[in-house]
Structure formats: structure tokens, C-alpha cells
């Protein structure tokens, strides 16, 4: 004899029906088969909204009623287009019976569970007979057996405890003479002692196989679902979910206990005894593994073997001095509880004694609320303990598995890695047996949980990273083409799995929290919503992703005014804009604090040289316990390209002009002309070295005319440079003449900064300087004969790019 269930999706609709009579056909060519059947996929809620509805005087359990009819109504068409007229009948019947009762429900008002359970049994009723007449009408060897004549419970409605002592008597007589190859029961369904209909709980079909499969000692139960087995965590919200493939009867029923809804809790219970191992298969993909419930010990190198959660949960705190040593207190409050039948789902108790927390399902919660204030009225009136404290919204996420105990570290993981990604943890409670550790957090933060915690203890060898890039003009497009070049060689070589998550440009802006496919992004970003950069700032926010990490290509102020609240998101932030870390002190020092203290790495390495790693560099010196004692530096791709390109046979006017056109200044020309870009950047330098500065203390000694200095506009500024040639050409002169080249040269010595146009004279490292590279010496302590120097291309798109780009990655090492 063999058990089988399939649950509400297998049986969801004619095309599934028939892979299930296909599957059960093939097996009742070996042996008996008894399959027991889950009400047509959502019914059972379609039933209780009508009952609801109905309760409500609301009319529309009438539009409810005719969507359940249809839907059996087409199912028993579509299985059996010749001879359809009687399950037709049988199905008319029942459904007038259903609606009769609905018209009831309306009448009085009222739904007692008593008749809530009476209405769902219609659910199964219906899918059971429909499958069974259907492979009747197929010639298969198939009847349909109302389990409520073996199914015996007491009355508890709604969720009622069976007899298995009746239940076993009833079950071994009826299948010691049951004379088809193939059985068909309606799972969930039962009747009491007294005969009242009564059901085993939602998702009970899985209990009712397991009943049956105790009850006939086979030697396997088969659970036919619409997943390929218990995943390591629930699949609809972690893509990277995979299928266990052997798992304890143990570690299965704390997963299912706290929320794997694949399989439902009880359902362990009868077979555990047995030693009947259970066997979770996909009714869509049958030749799929699936996953074997057993006392089997399979040796695994991971000790956490799934994740799971449950939602709506009510956190209430009991506390106050009144409770310390005093016993009976727990005790009180379990009774209380208990008498209103509300099922403690975690407890945790401070070792002071101090405060009790539980866990509860949220719909209990009022009741719970009144009941224990109730019982504690006293001591509270005296101030002795505080009213219950009730926090809603709220859901458990658990770590299982029964080797974790061996294990040290696995708490620690969990915690660090939900810390970094700001998931606040409201309550922890973990068993002695240390097969289960449970947290409480917020609703919100759910997916997110699951999704970080999988990757530390199930794809720890990939790390996620949820880019959002604000401004994609050169910089920006440059970036992206690299990201979508590099995106296999980072997964393949350095296990990080980057995904742009979220585009924007001034115009709109585009997000996907699957990741934007950046094959035709360019269109796909001009078809987007329109761009706000607090919209922007919210879908990051909303989307609530792992690893997110916030990139600025833009030099926009405002942009940069919104890192503070990335930050504070545990977004990271890397920029290429310069305002933010060239602002007062007091804002970038905050930034780095925040940086800190929500976990958020804050870069910005092209903020100086582009992408050449000079900050990275100083960083690490200073990190090593090395001290800056004097920077000198040539940091202006656009002033080099001017002064290598201005001589006695060019015009001042025409290099600047042409610097402008190639994309070498800023659209104000006079932001690198007159040093503000380089006092920036040796600003950034001095601050990073650990000096407390402003952009006020850097000294500026212009090269540019008094004109030019005063000029009101871009315009104005130009015909200076014309007007003014002379000047220019006599700078040139004064260099020429003692064999020097022109440079704009940053200094930090001593705890002062100072920008200036200088003549370097032949043999010193900045004289050869070619093009728009740029060049930093620093003197250290450890540095103090010969500078350490880093030199490169310091200004373009592409190089730029890659600097983010390696910030970027840094994250991912991170
Ligand atoms: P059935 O109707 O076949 O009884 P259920 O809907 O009750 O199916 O259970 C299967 C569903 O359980 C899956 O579709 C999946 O969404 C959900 N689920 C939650 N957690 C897990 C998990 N850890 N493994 C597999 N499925 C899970
Ligand atoms: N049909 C019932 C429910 O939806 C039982 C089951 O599917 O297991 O809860
Ligand atoms: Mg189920």
C-alpha cells in the first residue's frame, strides 16, 4: 500500500488533475494506492471569505459563492468533456447545499467555528469526488471515501485533535477489505465523537496522509506539492532557495513550526513514531528529487539546514520590579494564556527575571492583552509590574538544525550579518537543544532578513551587491558598460554577484529589485518614471535590499546633501562628487560617523586622481600608523592640459577654449581656472591625512588676471583671457626663460594648504608631466627620504568610472 497527498496547487486546475491521475496510475500499476486530496487551490479562503462576507450582511458572498462554483464547474468540464453529467450533479447538489448554508450565515449573522468548519469541508468533498469519478470515467479503478468516516476527532473546531485509537480501528478496517487499486480521500476533513463535522487546522491534507500512512504502517508518505521538496528557505522570497535533500524529522518540524508552510507541523507526529519516512515531491516536476523526511543521518558540512519565518506576530512584554524572585509569575501568565487557547509561539526571559517577553500569533493579541491584565489587575494597580506591552507587526525568522549545537559562531553570524544590513532585532530566543534560534523583527524587514541570512550560512561563497546609480552622463554611461562587461568575471573570479538595481539620469529614473537587465538600459532608462532625487532616495529605501550601496556621478549639491540619509539606511555611499567631502568639517565628519555607526561603508576615491588609488593608498598609511608630514601634488587633469599646451606660439584663450570643448573643464571654467577644483581636492587630501580643515584655510594664489578673477560671467571670463594675453604669455615667459615648465601645484606641509600655478624646474618628478595625468607625492614618517608617488592619467570618463568601479568591489571584499 502506498500514501500519497497532493495539496491544493497539484489539484489546482484540470491540466494539474491530470498529472496527479497520470502519477497515481502509474502507481497503482505496483501496488494499492491511497490518496488523499486538498480542496481545489484556494478555495478553502474562498470559502471562509463567503462565510465572512455572508456574517457581514455584506452581499457579496454571492459573486464569492458563484466564483466556487465556476471554478469546480470548468474543472469537471474540462477533465471530462463527454460525460461530465453526473459528477455535474453530485457537484450541483453540494454546491446548493453550500449555499444554502451561506443564506443562512447571512440570516443570522453569525458564524461560529462550528459551522465555519462545516462550510470548508466543502472544499475537499468537492476535489475528491471530482478526481475520483473523473479517473472512473477513465477506467481506472478509483472510489472516493469520505474520511470523516475514518477521520475521528474531538470537537475542538477549527483545529480538532484526533482519536487514533478509533481512528486506527477505523482506517485498518476499512482498507483490510477496500477493493479499488486507488482511493481517494478528502484530506483536512473529520467528524467528532458526537459526529458534528469538524477539520484538523489549515493545511491539514498534509495531517490526514499522515493519519492514514500510521494507521496502515507503510513504509513511506509521499506529499505531492507545488515546490520540489522543503527548500532552505521559503522560495517565494529567496530566489536562490534550493531543495534539501535529506532532512530530520526533527529539523523538519521546526522549520514547518516556524512557517515552512510546505508542510504542516502536526504531520510529523504519527509517522515520527513509525519511523515512516516522509517524501516532499513536486507534482509539477515529478522526476525532481525532492526532499526525505527521516531519522537517516546524512553527514553535512552545514550545520544550519533551513531559515524560515512567520508573519504576523504580536511581541508582548510583561515586566516590573514586583516580578524578581517571585514565583508563580510565569506560571500566572502560561494559565492565563492558555485558558484563552492562544498558542505561545517564542519566550524569552531575562536572566534578572525582570521582564518576560512572548511571542503570539497578532490576531490573539487583543485578547491576550485583556486576559493577562486581568490576571495581573493587582499588581499592577500597586505598580508592581506595568501593564502589558504590546508590539504588532512583527514576524519570527529561525535558524535550524540539529547539528548547530556542535557549532560555535552561528549566533554571532547571524547577528553581525543582520546588524550590517540594519535589521534591528527585537527579540532573541534560543532553545537549550540549540536546534532552533529565533529572532523577532520588523514585518518590513523580512525579505530582506532571509535573503542576507541564506547568503552567510547557504551561498557564503557569493556575496549580492545592490548598485543604484544616480547620473549616467559620461561617467556615469562609462560605469554601467563596465558593470555589464565585468558582471560574469566578478560572479566566476571574485564571487560577487553585482546587479544595478536601480538607474537614474536628471530626466527618470528606472528601479528592478531583481536586477535591471542592462541590455538595452539606455532606452529602458528614457522610457522610466520621471527622476526625483528623493524618489530615488525612497525606492532604495523600499526596496529594502542587502549590500545596497548608493553611487554618485554627479556634481550636483543637492545629490550629495542626501548621503547622510543613505547612510543612515546602511546604504553605502560611493561618489565621484566632490562637494560632500569638500563641505564644512563638521559635514564630513558626520558623514564618517554615520558611516560608522550604521554599518555603510562611505568611499569616494575618484574624488582625487580619478581612478588612481591615492586615497585607498593614504588610508591604508595612515591605518598602518603612518603620519603624513607633506603632500605635493600636480591634481588638475584640466590646468595640466592648459599648461602643456600653451606656449609662445598658442593663444591662452584658444587652450582654454579647447580644453573646454574636450571635455577637460568644468562647464564653468573658471571652477578649475581659478584652483577652487584643486583646493578641493588637497582639502580632501589634508582631512583624510587627519587634519581638521576648511576649504577658508586653504591659501589661493590666483594666476589669473585681475579681470579674469573679477569677470561676472562664463562670457565675460573668456574676453578677459583675450584682453589679457599678455599677461598670460608673460607667465609663460618668466618659466621659459629659467628652463621651467608651468605646473598648478597643490602643497600640504606642516598643517597648511596652499594651491598655485609654480615653475618646476628640469629633474623635478612633476617637470615631465604630460597630457592630463596627475601626480601626489606624500612625505611620511615611514616615507621620509623619497616620497611615496603615485602617478597616472588623473582626469577621462573611463578611468574615472573604474574608480568607482573599484570602490565598488572594495564593498564587495568588504
Ligand atoms: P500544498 O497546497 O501543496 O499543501 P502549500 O501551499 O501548503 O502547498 O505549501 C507549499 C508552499 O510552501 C510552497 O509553494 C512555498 O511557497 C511555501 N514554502 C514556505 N517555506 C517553504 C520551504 N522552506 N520550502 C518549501 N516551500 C516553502
Ligand atoms: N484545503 C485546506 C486548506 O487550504 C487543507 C489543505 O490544503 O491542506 O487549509
Ligand atoms: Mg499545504
Redesign the pocket.
Known amino acids: 500500500m502506498k500514501v500519497l497527498?497532493?495539496?491544493?496547487?497539484?489539484v489546482?486546475s484540470s491540466k494539474n488533475i491530470n498529472k496527479v491521475i497520470s502519477i497515481l496510475d502509474a502507481y497503482a500499476k505496483e501496488s494499492k494506492v491511497v490518496c488523499v486530496v486538498?480542496a481545489v487551490?484556494g478555495i478553502t479562503d474562498k470559502l471562509l471569505l463567503a462565510g465572512m462576507q455572508a456574517q457581514s450582511k455584506d452581499n457579496a458572498f454571492k459573486a464569492t459563492f458563484q466564483i466556487i462554483k465556476d471554478v469546480h464547474f470548468s474543472i469537471i468540464k474540462e477533465l471530462n468533456p463527454d460525460n461530465s453529467s453526473s459528477i455535474l450533479n453530485y457537484a450541483e447538489e453540494k454546491l446548493n447545499e453550500l449555499e444554502s448554508l451561506l443564506n443562512g450565515i447571512f440570516l443570522i449573522n453569525e458564524i461560529s467555528p462550528k459551522t465555519s468548519d462545516k462550510l470548508v469541508t466543502f472544499g475537499e468533498l468537492l476535489s475528491s469526488f471530482i478526481i475520483a469519478e473523473t479517473m472512473k470515467n477513465r477506467g481506472l479503478s478509483a472510489y472516493r471515501k469520505n474520511a470523516q468516516e475514518l477521520v475521528v476527532t474531538n470537537a475542538n473546531f477549527t483545529k480538532a485533535e484526533v482519536d487514533y485509537s478509533v481512528t486506527n480501528a477505523n482506517i485498518k478496517d476499512y482498507f483490510s477489505s477496500a477493493k479499488e487499486n486507488i482511493t481517494i480521500l478528502p484530506g483536512f476533513i473529520a467528524r467528532s465523537t458526537f459526529g458534528e463535522q469538524t477539520t484538523l487546522g489549515r493545511?491539514g491534507?498534509?495531517f490526514t496522509a499522515a493519519i492514514v500512512a500510521a494507521g496502515l504502517h507503510v513504509e513511506q508518505l509521499e506529499?505531492?506539492?507545488?515546490?520540489s521538496?522543503?527548500?532552505?528557505?521559503?522560495?517565494?522570497?529567496v530566489k536562490q532557495?534550493r531543495?534539501?535533500e535529506t532532512i530530520s524529522y526533527q529539523e523538519a518540524m521546526e522549520?514547518s513550526h516556524f512557517?515552512?508552510?510546505?508542510?504542516?507541523p502536526p504531520t510529523v507526529q504519527p509517522v515520527l513514531d513509525l519511523n515512516i519516512p516522509i517524501h516532499?515531491k513536486n507534482?509539477m516536476e515529478p522526476e525532481a528529487v525532492g526532499?526525505i523526511i527521516s531519522n537517516e543521518f546524512v553527514a553535512s558540512n552545514n550545520p544550519v539546514k533551513?531559515?524560515?519565518?512567520i508573519s504576523n506576530i504580536a511581541l508582548l512584554t510583561l515586566q516590573g520590579s514586583g516580578m524578581v524572585g517571585i514565583p508563580g509569575f510565569s506560571k500566572r501568565l502560561f494559565e492565563t494564556l492558555s485558558n484563552e487557547k492562544i498558542n505561545v509561539i517564542l519566550i524569552t526571559q531575562a536572566s534578572s527575571e525582570h521582564s518576560i517577553c512572548l511571542g503570539i500569533e497578532a490576531k490573539d493579541v487583543e485578547i491576550a492583552k485583556t486576559a493577562i491584565d486581568i490576571t495581573f489587575e493587582n499588581e499592577i494597580a500597586l505598580h508592581k509590574i506595568d501593564p502589558i506591552q504590546v508590539e504588532t507587526n512583527l514576524s519570527i525568522v529561525a535558524l535550524v538544525g540539529d547539528n548547530m549545537k556542535n557549532h560555535q559562531g552561528i549566533s554571532g553570524k547571524m547577528f553581525s550579518s543582520l546588524g550590517k544590513n540594519n535589521i534591528n532585532i527585537r527579540a532573541i530566543a534560543q532553545g537549550a537543544s540549540e536546534k532552533n534560534i529565533s529572532i523577532v523583527i520588523e514585518e518590513t524587514d523580512v525579505k530582506k532578513a532571509l535573503n542576507t541570512l541564506h547568503e552567510v550560512f547557504f551561498e557564503s561563497i557569493t556575496k549580492q551587491l545592490n548598485v543604484f546609480i544616480t547620473g549616467v552622463g559620461n561617467v556615469g554611461e562609462r560605469l554601467v558598460e563596465q558593470i555589464k562587461q565585468q558582471k560574469k568575471y566578478l560572479k566566476d573570479n571574485l564571487k560577487i554577484n553585482l546587479r544595478v538595481v536601480g538607474l537614474s539620469n536628471s530626466r527618470t529614473m528606472i528601479f528592478n529589485g531583481g536586477g535591471i537587465s542592462l541590455k538595452n538600459w539606455k532606452e529602458d532608462l528614457s522610457n522610466g518614471e520621471k527622476a526625483s532625487l528623493e524618489g530615488f532616495f525612497e525606492n532604495a529605501k523600499s526596496l529594502n535590499l542587502r549590500n545596497s550601496i548608493f553611487v554618485d556621478v554627479t556634481a550636483n549639491k543637492d545629490v550629495a546633501g542626501l548621503y547622510e540619509k543613505y547612510l543612515r539606511e546602511s546604504i553605502a555611499v560611493v561618489a565621484c562628487n566632490k562637494i560632500a567631502c569638500s563641505s564644512t568639517f563638521s559635514n564630513y565628519k558626520e558623514l564618517k560617523r554615520l558611516s560608522l555607526k550604521y554599518n555603510a561603508p562611505f568611499l569616494f576615491e575618484t574624488n582625487v586622481g580619478a581612478g588612481l588609488p591615492i586615497i585607498d593608498t593614504l588610508g591604508n598609511l595612515i591605518a598602518s600608523g603612518d603620519k603624513v608630514t607633506s603632500i605635493q601634488a600636480v591634481l588638475s587633469g584640466s590646468l595640466n592640459f592648459v599648461f602643456n599646451n600653451f606656449n609662445d606660439t598658442t593663444k591662452f584663450y584658444d587652450v582654454v577654449k579647447q580644453a573646454a570643448a574636450e571635455g577637460y573643464t568644468e562647464p564653468d571654467p573658471r571652477i578649475d581656472l581659478s584652483g577652487v577644483d584643486v583646493a578641493r581636492k588637497i582639502l580632501i587630501l589634508a582631512r583624510e591625512s587627519g587634519v581638521t580643515m576648511d576649504l577658508e584655510d586653504i591659501e589661493n594664489i590666483p594666476f589669473l588676471s585681475k579681470a579674469g578673477l573679477e569677470s561676472n560671467s562664463v562670457d565675460d571670463f573668456y574676453q578677459t583671457l583675450i584682453d589679457d594675453e599678455s599677461h598670460y604669455q608673460s607667465l609663460f615667459a618668466s618659466a621659459k626663460a629659467k628652463d621651467c615648465q608651468l605646473k598648478y601645484v597643490a602643497k600640504f606641509d606642516n598643517g597648511k594648504a596652499s594651491v598655485s600655478l609654480q615653475e618646476i624646474p628640469k629633474g623635478h618628478p612633476f617637470y615631465n608631466l604630460e597630457g592630463s595625468d596627475n601626480i601626489v607625492m606624500f612625505y611620511t614618517e615611514r616615507y621620509s627620504q623619497q616620497p611615496m608617488i603615485i602617478k597616472g592619467a588623473g582626469a577621462g570618463a573611463d578611468v574615472t568610472a573604474s574608480g568607482l568601479f573599484a570602490d565598488i568591489i572594495r564593498l564587495g571584499n568588504n
Request: hydrophobic share 35%; charged share 10%.
Open positions: 497527498k497532493f495539496g491544493g496547487t497539484s489546482g486538498s487551490g493545511g491534507s498534509d506529499i505531492w506539492t507545488d515546490v521538496g522543503m527548500f532552505t528557505t521559503n522560495p517565494k522570497l532557495a531543495p534539501i522549520l512557517g515552512a508552510k510546505v508542510l504542516y516532499i507534482t526532499t533551513g531559515i524560515s519565518n
